[in-house]
């Protein structure tokens, strides 16, 4: 069985960067395209960056530039560095891997979830 889990959130001040880290289990090394997301209370939850298999990625508007997304050194994991935190940023951030090919940020294409970690970004 597949599981996800998301690590590194926290508190920080605007301006301020957080590394988020997730592992996965069970699955099949390298074979995945994978994403981070984030959600906050009453609103949908939306894609921040996804990777495919090869490496090239994707990302929201509100991400590009200031954050980065890559694999970890260790098979099947995921990072996502975070500089010049907004407080808008505030927010559960999720991991999710996908079996297909291509799954950009799509979250119904996506099979597997982490249960996310905080960020909060204070002004």
């Known amino acids: 069985q597949v599981q996800m889990k998301e690590s590194g959130g926290g508190s920080v001040q605007a301006g301020e960067s957080l590394r988020l880290s997730c592992s996965m289990s069970g699955g099949t090394d390298g074979s995945y395209f994978m994403g981070w997301f984030r959600q906050v209370p009453g609103k949908e939850r939306e894609g921040v960056a996804s990777?495919?298999?090869?490496?090239?990625?994707t990302y929201a508007d509100f991400a590009q530039g200031r954050f980065t997304i890559s694999k970890g050194i260790a098979k099947n994991t995921l990072d996502l560095h975070m500089n010049s935190l907004k407080p808008e940023d505030t927010a559960m951030y999720y991991c999710?891997?996908?079996?297909?090919?291509?799954?950009?940020?799509?979250?119904?294409?996506?099979?597997?979830w982490g249960q996310g970690t905080q960020v909060t970004v204070s002004s």
């Open positions: 999710a891997a996908s079996p297909l090919v291509w799954a950009a940020m799509v979250v119904g294409l996506y099979n597997y």
């Open positions: 990777i495919d298999s090869d490496g090239s990625t």
